[in-house]
């Protein structure tokens, strides 16, 4: 009766090193290893609209930043859109969108050709954001002499030769003026972040 | 810099060889259609890649579609592979059964094919710990999860439900002396019984409302409630803050006791808060001014009173005024006269209302800066009303012109616009010629279209270019009409009813069309069609997400019928068999002296062609005052709208009838003891009734003609019927309801007999006709003939009674030609009518006006329905 155990000859021969010359063979004759990528794909739902891979991509390049931060400031501005485009001064003109896409063009003039149409969304994107920020936000913002006088105190409470208030009121105005705009947008994109339904994708 | 190399790929200039979905024998079809815009042999579009997996995503079945791209040797391979999403298959429940699955989807709202999210789970497992705190169980915990398999995911919810909370004590604090004994019934739940806050609540509610009936219309309950979770028990405390026992008084002028109820149950509804003191002050002022006290005015003051608060309004009317006479003064000629008459009280908003109405009559007449002031002075009396116009100058239409930079679609090209050269200018009509030209541009896709009307005057205001000034957006058309949320239903049957093909222009009209269309087939209980991206230029895809309706419905009724007495029904239908809209229907009817069973087929499509077909099998046994029978058969139908209000109905029936307990055998040839029906017949409707159930205007005609012959195994004969009604409304209470029935029929063949089958006959008498006899009694033995006329008076008494007076002429004929207009039977009589969510109860007493020997004088009849 056969014994089912190798023989130990038959363990040396299979413990021995291949050598490099049948590893170049089999490496040359095995069928070429899948560099699939994934080129599309949906990163988020925001309200029952898909986020792209390729919107991220744009805007992470666009914008300098890594796509984890491109996708959280996309979701943004797809829910500041939607509120913008309900506005009819949001709307953003032909010509007002034409100067933009160039002077992002020539931002972008070194690196790849993304599609216009892509590039010309982005534009009008967030120029109907600024527009409707403008005139929703901005006129609420109103900064007084006695801020400004505070401001200009923290600043310079302590500096030898600083400049006289007159001086720089209206830099630290705008400056407070700004912020106070800021904090608005950030109130403004949690209250809309909290009322949208936003799914990510892992 | 991974991200900049995988956007080269992605933009690569390299052809695409072969596109590969990843999906399922199935749903490579369907799906194929959205991913063949991935062309094969040109460069891989970026747009047109991100436009796939939109189209993919928007048919709600999957939460990611992942598109990897390989190059090979022909070219770049892609790869879509969709993923699918947790869709709702079932529910079930881990742990104690306090929620069957039926009640958990209620609760819930989670509906079929719904995609199970974290975020909608976790709001589906508060909603059932809500509900078994709203039982008892408070500390109630639910965990939420979807389990995933091949055809979707189940929601599996693990109940902790916790001790079931009792109630140990309630308690009313702040009660009114007296009302103590009167109020304590009222209190829920009881000690020792389950919390359940929803009664708790309700139960302060029937406290609040019973101080109020009696005088505390500021009463508040507030309910307080203490848990004590080691020993799952609960104290209730109801705090009652009564207030004062209230009344109202009225002093001044004396009003009508309808108006002063209105009043105190105005305020009495309102808790007697400021704002409803203020509204019945208002209501009151109204009343007043509407009878010509112009300065009326009435206020209101609380005073402490014997027993109760007292709510004392002053009513201090001022003078009342009378028209003594209307002028109108400067007036071109064709201005009608005012409303107001002399002699009728002086209504200030009477008189606003005329002076606008005078300025619209002007205005239509080309008076465009037309004015008028209301001129009568201060105080009461018979004062003279004189409307002063100043009308200004006629303006008429010199040219008009549209001015557009895309062809206007054919409809508007030829309709005539309103305004038109040599007419008066009116500004409505310009209004109503640019919203008509709105209107067709936006059906021919330019949803974004304005239309600026730009009106030039000349110096004398005496003409008037009219130019609408077309800004038409950009042009939309369709690119693809994606489905979602189907379930059962196959994509076939949505897209047959779609107005909206792919490369049309998008229009408005037809998406309502389409909507209308998909809710009329009545298999779905959502429909809702939008835009996949709203912001793209040129071509947008629609998505037409539905939500099917349950696929069994059932129900049952009882119902009376003067002959049957009471009834019984029940009926169960089975909708969109095999995903087509087909539909299997069965219907049961029992009395005590009659049956009915019935099964119907349909198909809405018949040949690929929308033509309902219907196939129904029944058996019905009667047992009439004269005769019983027994009848079954199959009848094959369809019919077909011609117009809105037309239709042509087709049907082939054969039916076999056996005729039994005949109590006049000399009246009935021997030979239609049985008999039987085989033919086609057809029928043409036309029905404009506001109503079906109780109309009050329009008509309803059908002429009808059935053939049966021997030939095609059944008895010879033919035979027609038509029957007209017609209802006008004379008053706002009074309709008038007119009726005609004419039918006549014969035999033919060698060996026919001269009658018709027992139960084809025509028959009069009983609740639906010539009311003065009771079923049938008019002839006993029916006849091949019949002739009636009927008119009805309808007067309405509110909301729930009417009334009515009715008289009816006409006979039942042996023979067609023994039909004659000298022996006609007439009967009269008067009913009431009860609105009934059933419809209207009707009791009627008909008297017979040449009434013949051994005849009862009258008859009376109960019935549902209106007699026609």
């Known amino acids: 009766m056969p014994s089912s155990q190798p023989t130990r000859a038959e363990v040396a021969r299979f413990r021995r090193p291949w050598p490099a010359p049948a590893l170049l063979v089999l490496t040359l004759l095995a069928p070429p290893t899948s560099r699939a990528e994934v080129v599309e794909r949906i990163v988020a739902v925001v309200d029952g609209r898909p986020v792209l891979l390729s919107e991220v991509r744009l805007l992470a390049r666009v914008r300098g930043e890594t796509e984890k931060a491109a996708l959280s400031a996309l979701i943004d501005e797809r829910l500041m859109f939607r509120e913008a485009s309900r506005l009819s001064q949001a709307a953003v003109a032909q010509e007002e969108e034409a100067r933009v896409l160039a002077a992002l063009k020539d931002k972008l003039r070194a690196g790849l050709e993304e599609p216009e149409a892509e590039l010309r969304r982005l534009v009008r994107r967030q120029l109907g954001i600024v527009k409707y920020i403008e005139f929703r936000f901005r006129p609420q913002v109103r900064v007084g002499d006695e801020a400004v006088r505070g401001e200009y105190e923290s600043r310079y409470a302590n500096a030898g030769g600083a400049p006289s208030l007159s001086a720089v009121a209206e830099e630290i105005r705008d400056a407070l003026a700004e912020r106070e705009l800021n904090a608005k947008i950030e109130a403004w994109v949690k209250d809309l972040r909290s009322q949208a339904e936003i799914r990510e994708n892992p | ?868």
């Open chain 2, 1 to 868: 810099m991974t991200a900049l190399l995988l956007l080269v790929v992605a933009l690569s200039d390299q052809p695409v060889a072969s596109v590969r979905l990843e999906a399922g024998e199935r749903d490579q079809a369907r799906l194929r259609r959205y991913v063949d815009e991935i062309e094969v042999g040109r460069p891989l579009s970026a747009l047109k890649l991100r436009h796939v997996v939109e189209l993919l995503h928007a048919t709600g079945e999957f939460e990611d579609v992942v598109v990897e791209t390989a190059p090979g040797a022909q070219g770049l391979e892609v790869l879509v592979r969709p993923i699918p999403a947790p869709l709702l298959s079932a529910i079930r429940i881990e742990g104690p059964r306090f929620l069957d699955e039926k009640r958990l989807k209620t609760v819930t709202q989670l509906r079929d094919r719904e995609p199970l999210w974290p975020e909608r789970l976790e709001r589906a497992g508060r909603d059932v710990a809500l509900s078994l705190v709203g039982r008892g169980y408070l500390e109630a915990r639910v965990q939420a999860a979807a389990v995933r398999h091949q055809g979707g995911a189940d929601a599996v919810f693990q109940v902790t439900p916790g001790p079931l909370a009792r109630v140990r004590q309630a308690p009313l604090s702040g009660l009114p002396h007296g009302l103590k004994s009167a109020l304590e019934p009222l209190v829920a739940p009881r000690p020792g019984a389950p919390f359940a806050r929803a009664r708790a609540d309700a139960s302060a509610e029937r406290l609040r409302k019973r101080l109020v009936s009696v005088g505390y219309w500021r009463a508040a309950v507030s309910l307080e409630v203490a848990y004590d979770p080691s020993r799952a028990q609960v104290g209730l405390l109801f705090v009652v803050d009564a207030g004062p026992p209230l009344e109202v008084a009225f002093a001044g002028e004396k009003l009508p006791r309808r108006l002063r109820a209105e009043v105190v149950k105005l305020i009495r509804d309102g808790g007697a808060r400021g704002d409803a003191l203020d509204a019945a002050d208002e209501r009151m002022e109204t009343a007043l001014k509407a009878r010509g006290h112009r300065t009326a005015r009435v206020t209101h003051r609380e005073d402490s009173g014997p027993t109760r608060l007292r709510i004392v309004y002053e009513v201090a009317p001022g003078p009342a005024a009378r028209v003594a006479a209307v002028r109108v003064v400067d007036a071109p000629p064709g201005v009608p006269a005012p409303a107001t008459r002399p002699l009728a009280a002086l209504r200030e908003d009477g008189l606003a209302e005329d002076a606008r109405r005078l300025v619209r009559d002007l205005e239509n007449q080309g008076y465009a800066d037309a004015k008028v002031d209301v001129e009568v002075a201060e105080g009461g009396g018979d004062l003279p009303v004189l409307f002063r116009v100043r009308a200004g100058a006629r303006t008429e239409v010199a040219e008009v012109s549209v001015d557009s930079p895309v062809p206007l679609p054919a409809g508007a090209a030829a309709r005539e616009p309103r305004t038109r050269a040599g007419r008066a200018y009116r500004a409505r009509d310009v209004a109503l010629d640019r919203d008509g030209l709105v209107a067709s541009l936006r059906d021919a896709g330019y949803p974004q279209v304005e239309v600026v009307p730009e009106i030039v005057m000349n110096a004398d205001r005496s003409q008037a270019t009219v130019r609408l000034r077309v800004l038409p957006g950009n042009r939309i058309e369709i690119d693809h009409v994606v489905l979602a949320g189907l379930n059962r239903t196959r994509e076939a049957v949505l897209r047959r009813e779609l107005q909206l093909a792919e490369g049309e222009p998008l229009s408005l009209s037809r998406l309502l069309d389409s909507q209308r269309r998909l809710g009329s087939l009545g298999l779905f209980q959502k429909i809702a069609i939008t835009e996949m991206d709203p912001e793209a230029e040129g071509k947008r895809s629609l998505v037409v997400a539905v939500e099917e309706s349950p696929l069994t419905n059932w129900g049952w009724g009882l119902g009376y019928a003067e002959q049957d007495m009471l009834r019984f029904s029940v009926d169960l239908t089975r909708r969109n068999l095999f995903g087509m809209d087909r539909s299997l229907s069965t219907f049961a009817r029992v009395s005590f002296k009659s049956s009915r069973l019935l099964a119907t087929f349909r198909e809405p499509y018949l040949l690929g062609h929308k033509q309902e077909l219907s196939f129904s099998t029944f058996r019905e046994e009667a047992e009439r005052p004269y005769f019983s029978f027994v009848r079954y058969g199959a009848t094959v139908q369809t019919a077909r709208n011609l117009a809105p209000s037309l239709k042509l109905i087709a049907r082939y029936t054969f039916q076999l009838t056996d005729t039994f307990n005949i109590k006049n055998p000399s009246q009935v040839g021997r030979d239609f003891a049985s008999s039987t029906t085989a033919g086609p017949s057809t029928a043409l409707v036309h029905d404009t009734r506001d109503d079906p159930l109780e109309p009050k205007r329009g008509h309803f005609v059908s002429a009808d003609l059935q053939f049966s012959s021997v030939s095609l195994g059944g008895d010879s004969f033919l035979k027609g019927f038509f029957q007209g009604a017609a209802y006008a409304r004379l008053h706002s209470h009074l309709v008038l309801a007119l009726a005609t029935r004419v039918g006549m029929g014969r035999t033919f063949g060698r060996f026919e007999p001269l009658f018709l089958p027992d139960a084809d006959r025509f028959y009069l008498g009983g609740d639906y006709s010539l009311r003065g006899f009771k079923l049938d009694q008019v002839r006993p033995a029916g006849g091949n003939s019949l002739l009636f006329a009927g008119t009805e008076l309808r007067w309405d008494l509110g909301k729930y009674l009417s009334t009515a007076a009715f008289a009816e002429s006409g006979n039942v004929y042996s023979l067609v030609s023994d039909t004659t207009l000298n022996d006609l039977r007439y009967t009269a009589g008067v009913g009431v009518r009860y609105r009934s969510p059933l419809g209207p109860l009707r009791l009627d007493w008909a008297y017979k006006l040449n009434r013949r020997p051994n005849e009862d004088p009258s008859t009376f009849h109960f019935a549902i329905g209106h007699a026609f």
